[in-house]
């Protein structure tokens, strides 16, 4: 087999009959990081780097590992310099999907077929930089190239939505949705808190003294959302602490916050618990789906938060995080009321999620391999796992979570391939019939996404 051929990830014949009949399904993007603005202005390009490394942090914490100094990731180093460096090491990256990611970028978007390595990286410099003075490699048109048909951004709840505005009356193909994430909204011990509430309540013309008021701006931005065709809310959450807790302790915790900034941990997850169960009120009054991404512990790298904040590459996972106590309350007080989407950062919670999907019926659904596991080792795992305890016909379906347009396609595809392995060898197997593999594979690719977020 030659890299990234005709047979990339599929090992069988019945395989690769399922992905001939999936690879050019229109792409139904339900989460990932892209940035609207970008999109709105629909400028050209500028080089490589700006593409496909400027904001991936995948890409970051590769290059560190390789000794690249920080000048030549997010410093101030030109673009044409940071790539240099980044061909320099690019071979080392060999057995990580950013290997692939990239090379299948290249190939499909630009037909370049060269394997990027520190001699030829001035030629494939160039050779994008000619490439992208075409209209068709502006945001919008890569979009409509790579077929995405919807795509569904992670938006805070302070965002005017105003470049999404623009776009829906636009001639723009892809329809581009906003999410609603009000993280910062729960994050009652960060420094930030409370300037994050005086901003809320100038968003929304409201005095935010007391809880009951932070909810009602809150609710007023969940409407403008709604508003504006949005079909889910995102949550962010190291553990899922949602127990019932009265509005009578939570506002105690809030006032208590506001007015001497003190707030124990157990405080917090009581807070953090009773904001959770407000949010999925919302949700299910406005008949929204509700994400949530469990388990990242976040910028555990002192170094890299303090120089370069938050998001940067310094987040892990942790495999002794407790799922079941902590969500068990709030799944049980929805059951049946809300459509619920689980995603794990950690593979070993895979048995637990799988588990808890099945228990809770049709309404809570298994999420898609993410962050870490979102390779084909990861996405084989998760896909083989979830046909044998859940049901592949209640799989929530793939997800970019990405934040940088070119790699929509990519990522997808690299699904596709791993997706149609995995019922082909089922096939042969003789596990599944050949039918029911093809009518599967299409369901989880297009059909179930629409279902279950309403588009």
């Not at 990234?4 to 989460?31: F, G, S, V």
């Not at 991404?293 to 995080?321: K, W």
Request: with cysteine.
């Amino acid at each position: 087999m030659v890299f990234l051929d005709d047979d990339y990830l599929l090992t069988n014949p019945t395989a690769r009959q399922i992905y001939q009949e999936i690879k050019d399904l229109p792409i139904i993007d339900a989460h990932n990081h892209a940035d609207v603005k970008e999109i709105k202005e629909n400028n050209k390009y500028s080089d490589i780097w700006q593409i496909e490394a400027a904001t991936d942090h995948y890409v970051w914490e590769l290059l560190r590992k390789r000794g690249v100094k920080e000048k030549y990731i997010t410093g101030s180093a030109s673009n044409k310099e940071k790539w240099m460096k980044m061909a320099e090491v690019f071979e080392d990256f060999v057995g990580n999907p950013v290997y692939e990611w990239i090379h299948l970028d290249l190939k499909r978007r630009f037909g370049i077929e060269a394997l990027i390595n520190e001699r030829n990286a001035e030629t494939i410099w160039n050779q994008v930089k000619e490439l992208i003075k075409q209209d068709e490699f502006r945001p919008q048109a890569l979009l409509e190239h790579m077929n995405v048909e919807i795509m569904c951004t992670t938006d805070d709840p302070l965002d005017s939505l105003e470049h999404h505005k623009v776009l829906k009356d636009s001639s723009c193909k892809t329809k581009i949705l906003p999410t609603w994430r009000p993280d910062k909204a729960m994050q009652i011990r960060k420094e930030e808190f409370v300037n994050y509430i005086k901003h809320l309540g100038r968003r929304t013309s409201i005095e935010i003294n007391v809880l009951a008021d932070l909810i009602k701006g809150l609710q007023i931005t969940h409407d403008h959302f709604e508003n504006m065709g949005t079909k889910a809310s995102d949550h962010g959450i190291e553990i899922p602490y949602a127990r019932d807790i009265s509005d009578e302790k939570a506002n105690k915790i809030f006032q208590k916050r506001l007015k001497t900034g003190e707030i124990t941990e157990q405080e917090e997850k009581a807070f953090k618990s009773y904001m959770l169960h407000r949010f999925g009120e919302m949700n299910v009054r406005s008949d929204w789906v509700m994400q949530l991404h469990i388990g990242a512990v976040r910028d555990i790298c002192d170094s890299l938060y303090q120089t370069l904040g938050p998001d940067s590459g310094g987040d892990i996972s942790n495999h002794l995080i407790p799922i079941v106590e902590p969500l068990k309350n709030f799944l049980n007080k929805f059951d049946g009321r809300l459509k619920i989407v689980l995603y794990v950062l950690d593979p070993n919670h895979y048995s637990t999620i799988a588990t808890l999907t099945r228990a809770f019926g049709e309404k809570v659904n298994l999420g898609a391999a993410w962050w870490f596991n979102d390779s084909p080792i990861g996405m084989k795992r998760q896909l083989e796992y979830i046909g044998s305890v859940d049901l592949f016909m209640n799989f929530a379906g793939m997800v970019s979570d990405s934040r940088k347009l070119m790699s929509y396609g990519s990522r997808t595809e690299m699904f596709r391939r791993v997706l149609s392995d995995v019922l082909g060898t089922q096939v042969e197997k003789g596990q599944i019939p050949p039918n029911l593999a093809l009518k599967t594979a299409r369901y989880i690719c297009y059909e179930r996404k629409k279902q279950l977020f309403n588009f």
